[in-house]
């Protein structure tokens, strides 16, 4: 069993920056492949990006803009936007699924989820 915890969301000005993190409870995090996604209202849960020990992978709107990490240290992965645009509006949440998961990216490919944050971005 994985606990994920989201914070860092927030209102920030188009153009502006923010980082997310999400803390992991347990000791197998470096076990798993974590990723973030996305969700604006009336719309679908979005893969905004990947990472596994083999590096990261991100949706293509996002590549350039955003960037993902991990510490396995402090069970912790990170999500750095920059640039951020109103469309960028949506609550974010983390995940946790298996390395050699199918379809990693969609939500179908993770087990675990956090409760989410929410980012807005004003124009």
Known sequence: QVQLVESGG???QAGGSLRL??????????????????QAPGKE????????????????????????SR???????????????PEDTAVYY???GPISGSYWWTPAGYDYWGQGTQVTVSS
């Open 21 to 38: 993190s999400c803390a992991a409870s347990g000791r197998t995090f470096s076990s798993y492949a974590m990723g973030w996604f996305r």
């Open 94 to 96: 983390c995940a946790a």
């Open 71 to 85: 510490d396995n240290a402090k069970n912790t992965v990170y999500l750095q936007m920059n640039s951020l645009k």
């Open 10 to 12: 927030g209102l920030v």
């Open 45 to 68: 849960r979005e893969f905004v990006a990947r990472i596994t020990s083999s590096g990261g992978a991100y949706a293509n709107s996002m590549k350039g803009r955003f960037t993902i």
